[in-house]
């Protein structure tokens, strides 16, 4: 079946460092992928999101490539703030109709001063 | 637009009684929507995937007794938590796709942080 596979964190870095969180799939079709941000104490939400290999989904100064090659999907951003330490997850959107969404283990990311 | 509310935001409740949590697509009508529980530090487990009209899908593992789920309407669903144990404790998350949208595109509520003491 379906599955993601996220690295595990913590992730701490300090302010205005470069971010990069794994993401790899495995999955039967053409899923979509995503990324959703969770802040403390609240739901989920899109942060990103790629239909098809090799669109690059942005927002917020972060990004992502859908390769399907390496089947990953992987979210960057080249500054990070204090504001962006949240839980980030990754998903795979399967495509049949069901719709239903498989995500990764999350990874926590702290931002210092 | 594509906003979604749960309510409520928080519950405690005592063991043994039940819990409504409601869902709402504020804007847009939602032709599914899906429950999921959250525990602490951890991923979302899919719950149930509810279709208005008809009854809701349970995934393997999920007793449909205990969680009790109603999409009454395109803009509402709601998950009962019936005679409710501390084990139930968790953060209850619901999304709803679009009747219109894209596949795969799942708006999510805030969440219901529910406590059974």
């Known amino acids: 079946g379906d599955s993601v596979t996220q690295m595990e964190g913590p992730v701490t870095l300090s302010e205005e460092a470069f971010l990069t969180i794994n993401c790899t799939y495995t999955?039967?079709?053409?899923?979509?992928l995503f990324w959703y941000v969770q802040y403390p104490g609240e739901g989920l939400q899109l942060l990103l999101k790629?239909?098809?290999?090799?669109d690059k989904g942005s927002n917020k100064g972060f990004e992502a490539t859908y390769r399907k090659e390496t089947t990953s999907f992987h979210l960057e951003k080249g500054s990070v703030q204090v504001s962006d330490s949240a839980v980030y997850f990754c998903?795979?959107?399967?495509?049949?109709?069901?719709?239903?969404?498989?995500f990764g283990t999350g990874t926590r990311l702290q931002v210092t001063l | 637009g594509a906003v979604v509310s749960q309510h409520p935001s928080r519950v405690i409740c005592k063991s043994g009684t039940s819990v409504k949590i409601e869902c709402r697509s504020l804007?847009?009508?939602?032709?599914?929507m899906f429950w999921y529980r959250q525990f602490p530090k951890q991923s979302l487990m899919l719950m149930a995937t509810s279709n208005e009209g008809s009854k809701a899908t349970y995934e393997q593992g999920v007793e449909k007794d205990k969680f009790l789920i109603n999409h009454a309407s395109l803009t509402l669903s709601t998950l009962t938590v019936t005679s409710a144990h501390p084990e139930d404790s968790s953060f209850y998350i619901c999304s709803a796709k679009r009747a219109s949208g894209r596949v795969n595109e799942q708006f999510f509520g805030p969440g219901t942080r529910l406590t059974v003491l």
């Open positions: 804007d847009f009508q939602a032709t599914t």
């Open positions: 998903a795979l959107g399967s495509t049949g109709t069901a719709s239903k969404l498989t």
């Open positions: 790629a239909t098809k290999a090799d």
């Open positions: 999955a039967t079709g053409y899923p979509s």
